[in-house]
């Protein structure tokens, strides 16, 4: 998942930093977003993912927001993301 030799939708994907967390769990850190690329990338690599937990979007965070749940974002937050 990490070298970069994956192709989705018939395009090579960015290199995608992976980190074994326990012997199930990993975090993975993109640089793009396909539709469905996490869950993509490890079928591709012979894996299943069970569970998917986004945890921030660029340097924006929120562990407080339930789900199916949303926010505003700062002017701090938007200045970010341009």
């Known amino acids: ?3 970069g030799s994956i192709v989705l939708d ?3 994907i960015r290199l995608a930093k992976v980190k074994q967390i326990s012997e199930l769990v990993f975090g993975i850190i993109l640089t793009e ?3 469905r690329q996490v869950r993509r ?3 591709n690599q012979g894996y299943r993912v069970l569970d998917l937990e ?3 979007i660029g340097d924006i965070r ?3 927001l339930g789900k199916g749940k949303w926010r ?3 002017k701090t937050e ?4 341009e």
Not at 78 to 81: A, D, E, R, V, Y
């Open 41 to 43: 990338m490890a079928e």
């Open 54 to 56: 986004r945890v921030r």
């Open 10 to 12: 018939s395009k090579r």
């Open 62 to 64: 929120d562990r407080t």
């Open 78 to 81: 938007i200045l970010s993301i």
């Open 33 to 35: 977003g396909i539709n």
């Open 72 to 74: 505003y974002l700062t």
């Open 1 to 3: 998942i990490s070298n």
